[in-house]
């Protein structure tokens, strides 16, 4: 639908290495560019960017692509819609679809980002309507929050009633289904009639950090259950992927960032002149929103709740955030139940005091050593093993060797036991966790050689052998797409019938319907045609190809031969298969006659 010239156009001009370098910090290596992948958790580099073909990999996770898919995975968004944002970024206009032409995802996601965006101000002027909203204004500045604040954040009222947005969105020509979609109402199953799905609550917009108001968070303002209902994932939305409030502290966090429980907190925070807070969306925090906080930030304060559930959420967020190599600090809250209660409490010198407690935030090993001396009576001999078991576990989880020193002279003198001992024993920790890793990775490698557990290409389980054949031959050609001129006329004989498995034949027959032989081809094209998984599958055939001296046709004939020879086995095997079947058939028939 946009002709290949002009998204030849859009990826020349974005640089491949500055586009990517602008959400990953990359440094050089070589001819190729390496940093921490943005797609899972690691410590050290195995992402690597690749300026001569255009092209990024993750040799840990598998991710690849060129700069539209990597786009399309780091914004969650579809194809055209990567196209749009980085033809927007260095002032490209696309051609105009009409609706029948564009994706039905984009459409439905722009949609949703429009109804929401109706429905944000249908809530905000519910709040502000005496008739309707009057208690539920008095809930929010009752909380000490000025007029000013509530604009700001964009607060607002779900009335307590079966239709009421429904009916208005209704009128603004939505629908039913995509209300639904959108998770702003419900389908009755007795009637079929939508019903609000957001009723008698505060309303909190959650707005990315392009200005798209995305999904809403409801709270109740008495004691009913659930206390909070949030948006669930839809087209426009992902929960695990956004953070209330970046929106506005993305300019703020530079040094440091507050990552609160919930949303009071946050505006709480920010009304208080603490513009770096941020809340995860009603779950624990995820491995994508670390990755995210890593973007903006260099230390997170964790501002949880002090309960047992509270705690738990803090350990889960100090793992998740020091593995994507974030300074965290725990936020320890005296007076107060939560930073909201603080503030409200502390009277005039409220914002001196609340920044007095995030410079002293402790580090996470204090914070998880005063748990552990919190539950154990190191007075009582048992008690003191158990503890120091916990303690040792804890530092062997430490990375640097200077820090795992430094706390197990602490644990020393605070438990009494000599530091060789405790040294010992943690060096026995780190041993055993290494072998563990080993066998694991051992274990992954024979799964991922065999295809098992493979969900790019199913058909690898039956057939290893046939499947890296076809992936050596598609590495090949699309690393060196000048041999696609032999398959085209025929000198060497390929069709899609020679593949063993779907997926690669699929592969093989876009490239093929791409190749012009007056124009290079470029594998990105792909990306319209394969999800950024898919393409990050069709990226390791090239990187490992690549990896790999002799590419020469010669190379490809073989494989090509060795690739037909197991398609023909397979199909002897099949046609064997049959005929033993309509044996046994006229076997059985037999046997009905003489009985």
């Known amino acids: 639908m946009i002709p290949p010239e002009i998204i030849e156009e859009i990826k020349f001009r974005c640089d491949i290495v500055?586009?990517?370098?602008?959400?990953?910090?990359?440094?050089?290596?070589?001819?190729?560019?390496?940093?921490?992948?943005?797609?899972h958790s690691e410590r050290t580099p195995s992402f690597t960017v690749f300026p001569a073909t255009k092209s990024f990999y993750c040799f840990g996770c598998g991710a690849g692509g060129d700069v539209i898919t990597f786009i399309m995975k780091r914004e969650n968004i579809d194809y055209r819609a990567a196209l749009e944002l980085l033809a927007d970024r260095v002032g490209i206009t696309?051609?105009?679809?009409?609706?029948?032409m564009r994706s039905e995802e984009t459409v439905r996601r722009e949609r949703i980002l429009n109804m929401n965006r109706e429905a944000a101000r249908f809530f905000h002027a519910c709040l502000y309507d005496p008739n309707i909203g009057r208690e539920a204004l008095a809930y929010l500045t009752g909380r000490g929050l000025s007029g000013a604040v509530i604009k700001h954040f964009g607060l607002g009222y779900a009335p307590d009633g079966f239709g009421a947005l429904t009916d208005y969105l209704q009128k603004r020509g939505y629908t039913a289904e995509e209300m639904s979609t959108g998770f702003l109402c419900g389908i009755s199953k007795k009637t079929g009639r939508p019903f609000d799905y957001f009723r008698n609550r505060v309303i909190f917009p959650i707005i990315d950090v392009t200005g798209n108001v995305v999904a809403f968070g409801g709270r109740v303002m008495d004691d009913s259950v659930p206390k909070y209902l949030n948006t669930s994932d839809t087209p426009a939305f992902k929960k695990s992927r956004n953070l209330f409030a970046l929106n506005f502290a993305k300019g703020k966090c530079a040094e440091r960032m507050i990552l609160c429980e919930g949303y009071m907190d946050?505006?709480?925070?920010?009304?208080?002149?603490?513009?770096?807070?941020?809340?995860?969306?009603?779950?624990?925090?995820?491995?994508?929103q670390a990755r995210i906080m890593a973007k903006y930030t260099k230390k997170v304060i964790i501002s949880?709740?002090?309960?047992?559930?509270?705690?738990?959420?803090?350990?889960?967020?100090?793992?998740?955030?020091?593995?994507?190599?974030?300074?965290v600090r725990v936020l320890k809250v005296t007076g107060a139940k939560d930073p909201d209660e603080f503030l409200r409490k502390g009277g005039e010198n409220a914002k001196e005091k609340f920044k007095l407690l995030l410079d002293n935030s402790r580090a996470q090993?204090?914070?998880?050593?005063?748990?552990?001396?919190?539950r154990h009576d190191i007075t009582i001999l048992d008690e003191r093993i158990k503890a120091a078991a916990e303690l040792c576990q804890i530092i062997s989880?430490?990375?640097?060797?200077?820090?795992?020193?430094?706390?197990?002279?602490?644990?020393?003198?605070?438990?009494?036991?000599?530091?060789?001992?405790?040294?010992?024993?943690?060096?026995?920790m780190i041993k055993k966790r290494e072998k563990e890793r080993r066998t694991e990775e051992k274990q992954t490698l024979e799964r991922t050689t065999g295809g098992w557990g493979d969900r790019i290409n199913i058909d690898k389980v039956k057939n290893p052998y046939a499947v890296n054949?076809?992936?050596?031959?598609?590495?090949?050609?699309?690393?060196?797409?000048?041999?696609?001129a032999a398959v085209k006329n025929g000198s060497l004989s390929l069709t899609e019938e020679d593949f063993y498995s779907e997926f690669n034949r699929r592969v093989f027959g876009e490239t093929m319907a791409h190749y012009d032989p007056a124009r290079p081809l470029d594998f990105g094209c792909l990306s319209d045609a394969f999800s950024p998984d898919e393409m990050g599958r069709i990226t390791s055939m090239i990187v490992r190809r690549q990896g790999l001296g002799d590419n020469g046709s010669g190379v490809l004939q073989e494989m090509v031969e060795r690739l037909r020879g197991e398609t023909r086995q397979k199909r002897l095997s099949e046609a064997g298969r049959e005929v033993d079947a309509i044996e046994d058939l006229l076997a059985s028939q037999r046997q009905k006659l003489k009985k």
């Not at 696309?94 to 029948?100: E, F, G, I, V």
């Not at 197990?408 to 060789?420: A, C, M």
Request: with cysteine.
């Open 397 to 428: 989880e430490v990375w640097s060797d200077a820090e795992r020193e430094v706390y197990i002279g602490v644990v020393s003198d605070k438990l009494d036991i000599p530091r060789d001992s405790l040294k010992n024993d943690v060096k026995r």
């Open 469 to 484: 054949t076809e992936e050596h031959i598609l590495g090949i050609l699309l690393l060196y797409p000048e041999n696609l």
């Open 304 to 327: 949880y709740d002090a309960d047992e559930a509270g705690q738990r959420a803090a350990n889960k967020a100090m793992k998740l955030l020091g593995e994507v190599g974030l300074d």
């Open 18 to 39: 500055d586009t990517i370098n602008a959400y990953v910090p990359l440094k050089r290596a070589g001819s190729n560019w390496n940093g921490l992948c943005p797609f």
């Open 94 to 100: 696309l051609p105009q679809n009409n609706d029948n």
């Open 365 to 374: 090993f204090e914070f998880k050593l005063e748990g552990v001396l919190s």
């Open 266 to 288: 946050v505006i709480a925070l920010h009304a208080h002149g603490f513009e770096n807070a941020v809340a995860t969306l009603g779950t624990a925090i995820t491995p994508e």
